[in-house]
């Protein structure tokens, strides 16, 4: 049978979520007076998969029919529409349930117009000390926003100061706070589009908006407030404008404002954390290289640990890793060489991924692993066999083939496959300055690690060394490691 949307969503439930549905289906207040109950448990015996041979209209209606007369094709549509409309209520609720400060804004509302003001004021000075503690993120400001609001109406009414609840006179603070809080997630997001794509950023309206907004003045008003949520704005207009310098390719700055940037991070709640996490590792992979590089690089490793430990690696639980995060995480402990951490994470987390391209990430994760271990043989066949990938993580296995010629001393093969890495950067148009780049900083310095080795050019060590240090280039922490190899 063509499949209905009720079979759709009821595939997505996990078996608790499936369990918990069989008895908001059971519950009389949400069923309108249909009895749908039968319908739920004969749908029960074919979840999770809703497939085969054995499932069919004709099979849902013979499940039905054995404890209870035959019932119609219109009898089970009609039944199949009431409890998809309970299946979107359930969903509605269940999303509902994490909003504390939704929740309780409409318990507190039932309650003014009841005038329960000491109820529904207790209710609201628990739920703001409640989203409080959970600390600020998204759903910070949507739950503070409107358990404040609500806490503001019952202290008009009563004309009653609650210590517990900052009150303010007016709602801009906390709109400014969500404002900023928007704001850097959006300019992390355009940043991190135009250090991998080309990308014109001067016809994004909102960027030039922050890009001409005075952040710098609003940090100065906001540097004597100590409340959390003026250190929350701080924060977030440091990282505002460690991306508008980075993008104005003034970088003078950076490392001031980061320092600053995690003074306060711990007020944060973990998917915030999570956020600010990948946007200094994604700072420390691409834009901070030179002698800051490895350091930035192993305080990033520290929270992806403590994003995998903690679940916040994903979404929602739900969701699947995504092949970009797997890759990010997997290549900042490549860099760090951590051959035992790549397969514990590799046996962990590869089956969380999309299934299409689990095969292509096991093929691509191995081939590094292999070239940590030594085994250059190994790694080169994988290289060769590898097929196509997602751009920007293909780069990688090519700049790793160079390395792996280096390391078996293929010096014909090496000057061969740096002039095929050049076409293959020529050929790629869509890529960004900034990453044709340091992909170029990368070949420079290996062309001239390759002609010293072997004897075809000379080269100044200490001064080579400074260069690589101070650099921009990829894989930086192999090259550094090359030229003290021969110093």
């Known amino acids: 049978m063509k499949e209905p949307k009720l079979i759709k969503v009821l595939r997505t439930f996990s078996k608790s979520e499936f369990k918990e549905f069989g008895k908001f289906v059971a519950s009389p207040f949400f069923s309108t007076g249909r009895n749908i109950t039968p319908l739920y448990n004969a749908l029960k015996k074919f979840y999770p998969d809703f497939d085969g041979d054995n499932f069919s209209r004709e099979s849902i209606l013979n499940e039905l029919s054995k404890n209870r007369r035959k019932i119609t094709h219109q009898v089970l549509k009609t039944q199949m529409t009431e409890i998809y409309k309970l299946a979107e209520r359930y969903m509605t609720i269940q999303r509902a349930r994490p909003n504390i400060g939704l929740d309780a804004f409409f318990f507190a509302g039932n309650c003014l117009s009841r005038s329960l003001y000491e109820i529904g004021e207790s209710k609201m000075t628990n739920t703001v000390k409640k989203v409080k503690e959970d600390g600020i993120g998204h759903g910070f400001y949507l739950n503070y926003f409107y358990a404040g609001a609500m806490a503001k109406t019952f202290h008009d009414i009563r004309g009653a100061y609650s210590k517990a609840i900052p009150l303010y006179n007016h709602d801009s603070e906390i709109l400014l706070h969500q404002f900023l809080c928007n704001a850097s997630h959006y300019i992390s997001s355009i940043a991190e589009l135009k250090r991998d794509f080309k990308f014109d950023i001067q016809k994004n309206l909102l960027f030039n908006f922050l890009n001409n907004t005075g952040f710098e003045k609003l940090l100065e008003e906001l540097k004597d407030k100590n409340d959390i949520y003026s250190k929350a704005s701080r924060i977030y207009i440091f990282l505002i404008l460690t991306y508008i310098n980075f993008l104005n390719k003034n970088t003078a700055n950076y490392f001031a404002l980061k320092e600053e940037l ?17 946007a200094i590792y994604w700072l420390a992979d691409y834009m901070v290289k030179g002698p800051h590089y490895t350091i930035f690089t192993e305080e990033a490793f520290e929270v992806i640990n403590f994003r995998l430990q903690n679940n916040l690696y994903k979404r929602t639980y739900k969701d699947p890793f995504t092949v970009s995060s797997f890759c990010s995480f997997f290549y900042a402990g490549f860099i760090l060489r951590k051959k035992n951490w790549l397969k514990n994470f ?76 050049k076409s293959f950067l020529r050929q790629n148009k869509n890529v960004s300055e900034e990453f044709l780049e340091s992909n170029a900083g990368f070949i420079k310095f290996y062309t001239k690690l390759l002609k010293h080795k072997f004897g075809e050019k000379e080269l100044n060590m200490k001064k080579i060394l400074g260069e690589a240090k101070n650099s921009a280039a990829e894989n930086q922490e192999w090259i550094i490691e090359k030229i003290e190899e021969l110093a």
């Open 346 to 421: 590799k046996n962990k987390y590869l089956a969380e991924l999309p299934e299409p391209e689990r095969n292509s990430c096991d093929a691509w994760t191995s081939i590094f692993i292999d070239f940590l271990e030594g085994n250059y043989t190994e790694c080169l066949n994988g290289i060769n066999h590898f097929k196509s990938f997602i751009l920007l993580y293909t780069y990688p296995v090519k700049r790793l083939q160079l390395m792996v010629f280096y390391e078996l001393g293929y010096i014909n093969e090496a000057f061969y496959a740096i002039e095929a890495f």
């Open 262 to 278: 995690f003074k306060n991070i711990h007020i944060f709640n973990g998917f915030e954390k999570g956020f600010f996490s990948h």
